[in-house]
């Protein structure tokens, strides 16, 4: 007796509980939908100034020359050792990495992939971005592991005086 008593009202809920999640799912597979359409629209829109900049990307870097700016003193960067600096504008992060005495490279450091800062890892000798496991391969920029497929823009320097100077940048057309 107590076991029909406690089953009814079991079964009951569990059939009440199954309507509600068959309109639930009918509720969500409509929301689902209607949630990707706009998202496809939104995707559209959003996304043909950026193709047609992508497309303008894959012509390749260009060289620009631009007023020099001293970044360091030769006497204050170690060998192996980085400093970031601002080049060509005040708000275009870059980066120095002496590599021996005579050798600098410099790279404009916002990685190529979804543009998170790139860091000079000494002690492994590798650029590497933290946001995707990104790398570059220091002498060149070229990616090297992770997601990004273009090289770092370089910046070019020059030694003179015995100060670094950020004299041009190979841009992404734009
Ligand atoms: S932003 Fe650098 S790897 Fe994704």
């Known amino acids: 007796m107590n076991d029909k008593n406690n089953k009814i009202p079991f079964n009951e809920d569990n059939y009440t509980h199954n309507i ?16 990707l359409v706009g998202a496809a629209g939104v995707f559209a829109v959003s996304s043909l100034p950026w193709g047609a900049l992508a497309a303008k990307e894959l012509n390749g870097l260009s060289e ?3 007023p020099h700016q001293k ?13 970031d600096f ?10 120095l990495i002496r590599l021996s005495e005579e050798k600098y490279v410099a790279y404009q450091n916002a990685c190529t992939h979804l543009r998170c800062p790139v ?14 496991h990104g790398k570059f391969d220091v002498k060149t920029g070229e990616p090297t592991a992770g997601p990004p497929r273009r090289p770092l823009p370089e910046i070019q320097v020059k030694v003179e005086n015995g100060a ?3 004299v041009k940048v190979k841009r992404y057309e734009a």
């Open 20 to 35: 509600n999640r068959n309109n639930e799912r009918k509720l969500d597979r409509r929301g689902f939908m209607k949630n």
């Open 64 to 66: 620009k020359e631009y």
């Open 71 to 83: 970044i360091i003193d030769v006497s204050s960067i170690a060998i192996g050792d980085s400093v």
């Open 86 to 95: 601002k080049f060509p504008g005040e708000h275009d992060d870059a980066i």
């Open 119 to 132: 860091f000079w890892v000494k002690e492994k000798n590798e650029m590497v971005c933290p946001c995707h």
């Open 164 to 166: 670094v100077y950020a």
